[in-house]
């Protein structure tokens, strides 16, 4: 038995068995479970695909400059008015709108998730392990048995999106929560505050820029999904680089690449600022 | 007439806390039950009334069980056994709904680490109390500029807490607790984190306030001045017991048991008395260490104006030595450039928690007021023979009054 020439537990049988019996027997289940998404995400790209570019330009420009500075919202213009020229734009938006999508959901659920595990050991510790295996699992695991529960494409994207970039927002909703001086809701109590009163005039603004921090990791992350969500079909700027990669097209991929980095350091430098600003007040 | 009833209040930190009640119960002492069940015995069997329109100061040591039996009376920590009861109603049969009322309409807190929000400012935080019950705007503003008045920190209103000292941070928080107008006022060491003379000024405070619109307050202390200071009636807390209750004259005068006793007398006031509470920071010359400050110019500057010792410090306050006019010259004479050279070399330094005790031959046996500084060598003041001996003739007095 131990000279281990042949397979003992069929692990593997097993998994594919489950998962067979869910998508068969609750393919319908995934489906209710994939609806809000796919709205939501149709919504989103097919309000910012019909914008005319230069408009879009002329927003994000702007909402840079008011939240950080001119520096940042000239860098932003520049940026786009590239990518543009580098004919991705369209692949651009679906990747905004994709990424817009999955960070509505991931705010969602997790910030009132990591408000109850901020204020809950017990819930915190139930959901710590959970966390750490969407963080660890490679995304390459899951894109299995997503594609046999959703099928390909960009919402299936973006649900595996939605579970590679949920715990940060989580995690550090509910440190925010957990560094808010116990004395401070203590005074808040002693004065007659509701735990609704708690919650909303003590512990939310204090914890507000750590939960900006996650905010900004989440969007990170999302971003960083781009290309593996094209394995299963998304488009955006993934895309061109799945397929650079297929027909070793070097240039298509690169500019990809290139553009996804750009929009990267955009969102990030955006949201950091979010988060100084409200530190601030 | 009796405003707070507390009846066989006991708290028993924990997991099973009724087994820690029946072993107090059957005796046990606080380590007893620690070292047999892990449980920590906070508050056991208190038992006493709060009279409206009075001070009533709980005193004891750190750990005593004061800040557990203060919040026990607003039920921030719940009992394990006994009854609170205030203006008639038990607090302990309270449902959600009526503790809430009854946290925003009948009490407020003041909190030795003040508490306040950093994210509002003054007004707002004066405010809070009003604006949790609901008090709209215009109204919520009114009275709390009016509490602002009350405090003396008018004009502060649009500041953020961080950008005051200490002592204004508290009258923040002393308006807050004023600004609801409550009928009790619950102070947990609200002035132990001030320095002395701001501590001081706070509970004249405290006293005119009272004075003006009488309210019933339970003042946590662990200071004997400030208690005796302010006190109508004190408690004594030993172990989570509490040993006696009366005015201060009854208890000075028929202290209960020796723990009671050491804490109003027994005591030799030079043993309990530190370095850093009688520090002063007002007479002496300060000179900045620098490479070039030359013992030449620094003679000069003692001499016009009339002063015999200086103490070098640097930009950080951080203490290096005292010079005299006499160790200045003689390391003229031998050549020096340095002021390090001049430094007086038998000039020993006090700490602040050292005692009197620790610190008098220093004090009686050189010229020099000796420089008090903290556990980072940062210099905090000086005690002078004069001021030794002033202190010393107060808690002398004090002594007398006790007798
Ligand atoms: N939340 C708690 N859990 C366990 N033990 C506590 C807790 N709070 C206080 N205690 C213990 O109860 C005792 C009384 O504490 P406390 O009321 O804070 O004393 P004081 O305010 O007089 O310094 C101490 O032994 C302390 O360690
Ligand atoms: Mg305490």
């Not at chain 1, 408000?115 to 959901?127: C, K, Q």
């Not at chain 1, 609704?196 to 905010?215: D, E, F, N, S």
């Not at chain 2, 407020?108 to 709209?136: I, K, R």
Request: charged share 20%; hydrophobic share 45%.
């Amino acid at each position: 038995m131990f000279s281990f020439e042949e397979k003992v537990i069929p692990l593997d049988t097993w998994i594919t068995n489950f998962i067979d019996w869910l998508v068969e027997g609750y393919r319908w289940f995934f489906q209710i479970l994939k609806w809000p998404v796919e709205v939501t995400l149709t919504g989103i790209q097919q309000g910012i695909t019909a914008l005319p570019p230069l408009l879009v330009i002329a927003v994000l420009g702007i909402v840079a400059w008011r939240v950080s500075g001119i520096k940042l919202g000239v860098f932003t213009v520049v940026t786009l008015i590239f990518i543009g020229l580098l004919g991705l734009w369209e692949d651009t938006m679906i990747t905004l709108a994709m990424v817009l999508c999955s960070v509505v959901f991931c705010t969602l659920a997790g910030i009132p998730l990591g408000i109850l595990a901020g204020r809950s050991d017990r819930f915190e510790m139930a959901l710590r392990p959970m966390l750490d295996a969407m963080q660890t699992t490679p995304a390459f695991v899951y894109l299995v048995p997503i594609v046999m529960l959703f099928s390909i494409g960009n919402v299936a994207g973006v649900l595996a999106t939605i579970v590679f970039a949920l715990p940060p927002i989580i995690r550090l909703t509910s440190l925010g929560i957990r560094q808010v001086h116990p004395e401070l809701v203590e005074a808040a109590l002693a004065f007659g505050a509701t735990n609704w009163q708690v919650l909303a005039k003590v512990q939310i603004p204090l914890a507000l820029p750590t939960i900006m921090a996650g905010l900004n990791q989440t969007i990170m992350m999302a971003l960083s999904m781009v290309v593996i969500a094209s394995l299963i079909g998304a488009g955006g700027l993934g895309a061109p680089v799945v397929l650079g990669l297929n027909t070793l097209d070097i240039g298509l991929a690169t500019i990809g690449g290139l553009s996804i980095v750009l929009i990267a350091i955009v969102l990030d430098r955006i949201t950091q600022s979010m988060g100084t600003t409200k530190k601030q007040n | 007439m009796a405003q707070i009833e507390i009846k066989n209040l006991f708290k028993i930190f924990g997991t099973n806390p009724t087994a820690g009640l029946d072993l107090v119960r059957a005796g046990k002492t606080k380590e007893e039950i620690h070292e047999q069940t892990g449980l920590t015995v906070g508050v056991q069997d208190a038992s006493f009334t709060v009279n409206s329109g009075e001070i009533f100061v709980v005193m004891g040591l750190s750990g005593s069980g004061k800040s557990t039996l203060v919040r026990m009376l607003n039920r921030l920590i719940d009992p394990t056994s006994g009854a609170v009861i205030v203006d008639g109603d038990n607090v302990m049969e309270m449902n959600k709904e009526q503790l809430v009322a009854f946290r925003r309409n009948k009490t407020s807190m003041v909190f030795q680490s003040f508490a306040l929000m950093p994210h509002q400012t003054v007004l707002n935080n004066v405010a809070f109390g009003l604006e949790l019950a609901g008090v709209d705007k215009t109204q919520r503003y009114e009275r709390s500029m009016d509490a602002l008045k009350q405090v003396g920190l008018d004009g502060w209103e649009k500041s953020y807490p961080k950008e005051l000292s200490g002592g204004m941070q508290q009258r923040v928080g002393l308006a807050r607790g004023l600004a609801v107008d409550p009928d009790i006022m619950l102070m947990d060491e609200a002035f132990s984190a001030l320095d002395p003379l701001i501590r001081t000024e706070m509970q004249d405070e405290l006293l005119k306030l009272q004075d003006r619109h009488e309210r019933t307050i339970v003042f946590i202390s662990h200071d004997l001045d400030e208690a005796l200071r302010i006190g109508d009636r004190i408690a004594v807390m030993e172990g989570g017991r509490v040993v006696q209750v009366g005015t201060p004259e009854e208890i000075l005068q028929n202290p209960a048991d020796d723990y009671v006793r050491a804490f109003f007398r027994g005591v030799d006031p030079t043993g309990v008395i530190a370095a850093g509470d009688i520090a002063r920071d007002s007479q002496p010359t300060v000179i900045w260490h620098t490479p070039q400050g030359s013992p030449r110019a620094t003679l000069e500057m003692l001499n016009n104006r009339d002063m015999e010792f200086a103490y070098v410090l640097d930009s950080e306050r951080r203490y290096y030595g005292i010079v005299s006019t006499d160790s200045l010259r003689s390391a003229i004479e031998q050549g020096a450039t340095k002021i390090d050279d001049a430094f007086i070399k038998e000039a020993k330094t006090a700490k602040v928690d050292d005692s009197m005790q620790d610190f008098l031959p220093e004090v009686a046996s050189h010229a020099w007021p000796i420089p008090v500084v903290d556990e980072n060598n940062i210099y905090q003041g000086v005690v002078s023979k004069n001021l030794f001996l002033r202190t010393l003739h107060r808690a002398e007095e004090n002594a007398h009054f006790a007798e």
